[in-house]
T-cell receptor
Framework: GNSVTQMEGPVTLSEEAFLTINCTYT??????LFWYVQYPGEGLQLLLK?????DKGSNKGFEATYRKETTSFHLEKGSVQVSDSAVYFC?????????FGSGTRLLVRP | DTAVSQTPKYLVTQMGNDKSIKCEQN?????MYWYKQDSKKFLKIMFS???????INETVPNRFSPKSPDKAHLNLHINSLELGDSAVYFC???????????????FGPGTRLTVL
């Protein structure tokens, strides 16, 4: 079936470091792909999305490119901040529902 | 103004009890969802409703019964609570029907249910 695999955390970085969180998916058809973020004690919110191959989603300095050939949607940020500490979910949009990866916890130290 | 709200935020109860969680969205969206997040942060959809009609029921036990009195509300009633029901339950909504899987979903703050 359809699924999403993302790198296990936690990922611990120093402030201003470069971030990559890997995500790959298995799917039939052409899904939409999302990154959702969950800050401590809060609900999830959309970080960025891409709805077709080669689209690049971006928001708040984060970027991810929909790569159909490698079935990937890796999340990157050039310089992380302490306020980016959160759990990041790679998500696949299928008929009527979202399928979530297991989440990657990011901890950014000052 | 809160877009998607849930009550209560915390719910602690004994095994065997019946409880409800309420969800309301003021975004004018057509579709609402319930998700369960376990202790390892894994999120899984339970139900979705589009214009008060059930669209998805992801093999959730019959003890869980969603009810949508109108488009803006989707409540979750749980009978005979079990220890394994302890989790954080999130409500969400989206503008479209969700058919294409491309709609952004807006999440509530979650309800942490603890069954003792």
């Amino acid at each position: 079936g359809n699924s999403v695999t993302q790198m296990e955390g936690p990922v611990t970085l120093s402030e201003e470091a470069f971030l990559t969180i890997n995500c790959t998916y298995t799917a039939t058809g052409y899904p939409s792909l999302f990154w959702y973020v969950q800050y401590p004690g809060e609900g999830l919110q959309l970080l960025l999305k891409a709805t077709k191959a080669d689209d690049k989603g971006s928001n708040k300095g984060f970027e991810a490119t929909y790569r159909k050939e490698t079935t990937s949607f890796h999340l990157e940020k050039g310089s992380v901040q302490v306020s980016d500490s959160a759990v990041y979910f790679c998500v696949y949009g299928s008929s009527y529902k979202l399928i979530f990866g297991s989440g990657t916890r990011l901890l950014v130290r000052p | 103004d809160t877009a998607v709200s849930q009550t209560p935020k915390y719910l602690v109860t004994q095994m065997g009890n019946d409880k409800s969680i309420k969800c309301e969205q003021n975004l004018g969206h057509d579709t609402m969802y319930w998700y369960k997040q376990d202790s390892k942060k894994f999120l899984k959809i339970m139900f979705s409703y589009n214009n008060k009609e059930l669209i998805i029921n992801e093999t959730v036990p019959n003890r869980f019964s969603p009810k949508s009195p109108d488009k803006a509300h989707l409540n979750l009633h749980i009978n005979s609570l079990e220890l394994g029901d302890s989790a954080v339950y999130f409500c969400a909504s989206s503008q479209g029907s969700g058919l294409a899987g491309a709609d952004t979903q807006y999440f509530g703050p979650g309800t942490r249910l603890t069954v003792l």
